[in-house]
């Protein structure tokens, strides 16, 4: 029998789960601890292979210092009913992909470091152009 995918809705609450944790530098280990469960639970948890049921969300959010309502953030919109304003606007969740991946993490942290704004803006725009250029030899 073949394995059935993860629910949308659920991969991206086990993202935001995760992103938050790795923002606390808060290990698996440290919120299955918490939360008395197994680091492989988190982990099915994040991946979203496990649904987190409302009660235990409730305490994850508690545990990781967010209202429940930021684990579904840029949630994607599901087919059956009404999208919801601003559907047609780009998705934010590239950018929650991102910070979730521990180079991402480590790029935004180091980066809200640099105290001079100037210094920021310059950074950035060092970025862009290196991210053009190679766009367009492609």
Known sequence: ???KAPNPIDKHVGS????RRMMLSMSQEKLGDALDLTFQQVQKYEKGTNRIGAS??????HILQVPVAFFFEGAPHLAGGPPPPGADAPSPAYVSDFLATSDGL???KAFMRIPDAKLRRRIVDLVQQIAGEETEGQ
């Open 1 to 3: 029998m073949a394995k």
């Open 16 to 19: 935001r789960v995760r992103m």
């Open 56 to 61: 235990r969300l409730q305490q994850i959010s």
């Open 106 to 108: 480590s790029l935004t």
